[in-house]
């Protein structure tokens, strides 16, 4: 029997004293990070998740006679939302495909009437996604030295990337067939090269959802998807295999995904403080609460690109105070993406800004 949901309250938090220092290392290694690439290429790129694979416009549906824990928030009324989704990979720089990493969603939700976090600009609610279940640390300190260690790297050594992910998704598929996931050998570059419009996205980190806590998901349900579903791309001697493949495939493929909330129903057994800890579907099921639908499109159309991947940022301090981001990875996520975003403005003199339908 599935328990009741988590009520919402501030003490789920627990605020450690040293974050802001903790965040202004983590503000000063993305410097490191995207100054070497904006320097080498001339042009400034996201400090991570940098490049993309494809940008789709479509539509939110949220579900009518959602039970009262699941209509809440942005989903509290039925109702359609223009949405735009970006497929990338978590890299901060621009990396052939060969190197293969885990595959990241952010999804735009246009339109979104209510209460701002303090700070959002605009209208828009934005939720960011991985195809994988866990984050690859507890907590932002031990984020920022794996990120001090990426950063040394960054824009440089691109032959040898591409033999260690070679070795790495070796690797990576003998942990497999023992039964072990490993999200740091995914995250050095031992990660599945999948096709990413087959794979299933988690939000990895908590959030408000009203009067309850949640974590999301994103997942593929019409049939030309979830064929796709595990199925790798041969990136040999292509550098944008990926988006290549992606390109194709939309031009023929009604894309139709799931939003899933996973409501929070023992905060022992599901924290809000460590993203390392996954939350057993069993004792707290993901539940449908809208779709998503993406016509056939081409999902590299210039003028997209542009609006989307020069001109937008994604954030998931962007949206409602019903959808609070919660637990330190997401706190220490504020001032960082601002930050980005703030660098690339000022050094490809193109403002960012929220869009509205």
């Known amino acids: 029997m599935v328990a009741m949901p988590v009520r919402y309250s501030p003490d789920l938090e627990q605020v450690k004293p040293d974050e802001g220092q903790t965040i202004e290392r983590l503000n000063q290694t993305f410097d490191t990070i995207l100054t070497r690439v904006a320097d080498d290429s001339g042009h400034a790129v996201r400090s991570v998740h940098a490049k993309s694979h494809g940008i789709l416009e479509g539509v939110l549906t949220i579900d009518a006679n959602l039970a009262p824990e699941l209509a809440q ?96 998704r070796g690797v990576n598929k003998a942990l497999h067939a023992v039964g072990i996931d490993s999200t740091t050998v995914g995250a050095l570059g031992g990660a599945p090269n999948v096709d990413p419009l087959g794979e299933t996205y988690y939000s990895v980190t908590p959030f408000r959802y009203g009067d309850h806590v949640a974590k999301f998901s994103i997942a593929p349900v019409a049939p030309a998807l979830t064929a796709l579903t595990g199925t790798e791309i041969d990136a040999y001697g292509r550098p944008n295999a990926i988006r290549e493949t992606v390109s194709a495939e939309m031009q023929g ?105």
């Open 73 to 168: 928030g942005l989903f509290a009324a039925p109702g359609t939302h223009p949405v735009y989704m970006r497929l990338s990979t978590n890299a901060g720089d621009i990396l052939p495909d060969a190197v293969s990493l885990p595959r990241g969603l952010a999804l735009k939700v246009l339109d979104v009437p209510g209460e701002r976090l303090p700070g959002a600009e605009g209208t828009t609610q934005n939720f960011i996604f991985v195809n994988g279940k866990v984050f690859q640390a507890p907590n932002a300190e031990k984020f920022l030295g794996s990120l001090k260690l990426l950063a040394g790297t960054t824009d440089r050594a691109e032959g040898l990337k591409v033999a260690a992910s070679t070795v790495l």
């Open 253 to 357: 493929i009604e894309g139709v995904w799931e939003f899933r909330v996973q409501l929070c129903r023992d905060r022992e057994r599901q924290p809000v403080e460590d993203p390392t800890v996954e939350w057993d579907e069993a004792e707290a099921p993901f539940q449908r609460v809208g779709l998503i639908t993406v016509r056939p499109q081409d999902s590299w159309e210039p003028g997209r690109v542009q609006a989307v991947d020069e001109q937008m940022r994604f954030s998931v301090w962007t949206g409602l105070a019903a959808h609070r981001p919660l637990g330190n990875i997401n706190r220490a996520r504020n001032a960082p993406y601002k930050h980005s975003a703030e660098f690339r403005e000022r050094f490809n003199g193109c403002p960012i800004h929220e869009p509205s339908a």
